[in-house]
């Protein structure tokens, strides 16, 4: 953690041409309790560049600062560093012109890397032929060195974690506007790593997202990328090499699109079932999804108060709904949740488990200590005693690599990331707050007597202070101390 080592938050393009993006992005779309309740039936709505900024800023985007170098985003991240990049490949955008873009969330614009049409291209690299008919597709990157700088080789962890938060977010936008989206995780990782021009190593790919459905416009022909023409700018002064970090990549590389379509195809018995639609609590506000996330901010105090029913049973059932991702099969999980329930009305303190249904109830124990279990599991940090319930979203590792080989992993940790982000959000449509931690991996799974494997943990509770909500595009709300 050399101070003077510290990677830059933000990547940029030397020399490329940028695209402003709409900032006049005020709150909008579907109720928040309706979007992350899967209620709002796809309209399919023209994706034109507003629309894109706001997925960009509502997942992706700058809403708070604090300092001369201190940004806070959208969607949650370990340590706020944010380990992530995403690209547009714009097709049928409306005020936009064909091509591939980098997002610079600090500007709030689309750096111009490539113009037209490399829709094809990346249905090549995913073996999928409908995302060469998608007007859009966006693609989401890690650098595992942003996050490695400060915890080492488990920052390869948060780099899918903070993914699966971001798509949290994006997923829930979306919904909020009737836009539907599909998650790929099965791709030749060398072809899209190509087609951003990025190498596969210090940056690497993580996830194409496509938006709105397949029209008939598809992608014609392949159009052939220049040499890359804008370079990246430094990410920080003398990168560490972390050989774990670039094995476990790597062991998830997919390498022809014969594989992806025999990966995608591979079969998880088994598995927990997961629905698009939950119901929702009776009492609550049209508040829409976008104000949510403004509002959401990382809870770092919580009281010891007991929480009412529905933080726990609707903001649980929210977040564990079915992702719409090709490597999760329709109306299944790769997850399970073990639940520390410390002070929610109408249930007893004890050790649970969330899976296929509500939480079901393993051990009972006095309430100090639950407390205490939690406390220590979240490697001591008082939040993951001090919460209502502490969630431990985990997945029978063994299953998972049986089925998707290494690269299960990945999408287990990914899945992981969305739930704590939706998680989050449905505590703050209620008023309330959570915050990931890190934890003791093995302990976890002995504490709950389960063979499956702890991929993150989320504390949700009654937080001592609300954070004042983020600002729009080009005016984040500044934090004193």
């Known amino acids: 953690m050399d101070p003077s080592n510290r990677p830059q938050p933000f990547k940029r ?30 309209s399919d709505p023209s994706i034109d560049d507003e629309l894109l900024a706001r997925l960009l800023f509502y997942s992706a985007g700058v809403t708070r600062t604090a300092g001369d170098n201190l940004w806070f985003r959208a969607a949650p991240s370990a340590g706020n560093l944010h380990p992530l990049e995403v690209y547009a ?26 113009a037209g049409d490399h829709r094809l291209a990346l249905a090549d690299a995913t073996a999928d032929p409908d995302v060469a008919a998608s007007p859009l597709a966006l693609v989401v990157t890690g650098l595992p060195w942003r996050t490695s700088w400060k915890y080492g080789e488990r920052g390869w962890r948060h780099v899918y974690w903070d993914a699966g938060t971001l798509l949290a977010n994006l997923l829930a936008v979306a919904e909020g506007h009737g836009l ?10 060398a072809a899209v790593s190509g087609l951003l021009g990025v190498d596969g190593v210090t940056e690497f790919p993580v996830a194409v997202i496509t938006c709105g459905r397949p029209t008939a416009n598809a992608a014609a022909e392949p159009v052939e990328l220049p040499a890359p023409q804008f370079p990246p700018t430094q990410l920080s002064p003398a990168p560490a090499d972390l050989p774990l970090v670039n094995q476990v990549q790597q062991a998830g590389e997919i390498t022809t699109d014969d594989d992806v379509n025999g990966w995608r195809a591979a079969a998880v018995a088994g598995l927990p079932r997961a629905t698009d639609v939950v119901d929702a609590p009776v009492a ?6 976008e104000s949510v996330i403004l ?41 399970s949740h073990e639940v520390a329930i410390h002070a929610v009305h109408g249930m007893e303190p004890g050790l649970y488990q969330q899976a296929d249904g509500p939480p079901q109830l393993r051990r009972p124990a006095p309430e100090p200590r639950v407390r205490a279990l939690s406390r220590r599991l979240c490697l001591d940090q008082p939040l993951g005693g001090d ?29 992981a990331g969305v739930a ?25 799974s002995e504490a709950f007597d389960t063979r499956a494997a702890c991929m993150l943990a989320v504390a949700i509770g009654l937080p001592t202070y609300r954070p004042k909500p983020g600002g729009l595009p ?6 004193t101390r």
């Open 13 to 42: 393009h030397l020399g490329a041409p940028l695209h402003a993006l709409p900032r006049d992005l005020p709150p909008a779309g579907a109720p928040a309790v309706a979007a992350l309740s899967g209620w709002v039936p796809p």
């Open 89 to 114: 490949v714009a097709g049928e955008v409306a005020g936009l012109d064909a091509g591939l873009y980098h997002f610079a969330p600090e500007v709030f614009g689309l750096e111009a890397l490539a």
């Open 180 to 189: 539907p989206v599909r998650v790929r995780l099965g791709f030749v990782d």
């Open 284 to 289: 609550v506000g049209s508040e829409p999804i």
């Open 295 to 335: 509002r959401r901010g990382s809870t770092r105090r919580i009281r010891r108060q007991l929480a009412p029913a529905e933080l726990l049973h609707w903001a649980m059932a929210a977040a564990t709904r079915a992702v719409p991702a090709d490597a999760i099969p329709t109306g299944t999980t790769l997850l």
């Open 387 to 415: 919460s209502a319930f502490t969630n431990f979203a985990c997945a029978d590792l063994n299953q998972v690599l049986d089925g998707y080989g290494e690269r299960g992993y990945r999408v287990a940790q990914l899945e």
């Open 420 to 444: 704590a982000g939706r998680l989050q959000l449905a505590a703050t449509t209620l008023g309330h707050g959570g915050t990931g931690l890190t934890f003791y991996d093995q302990d976890i």
């Open 474 to 479: 080009g005016r984040p709300r500044r934090i």
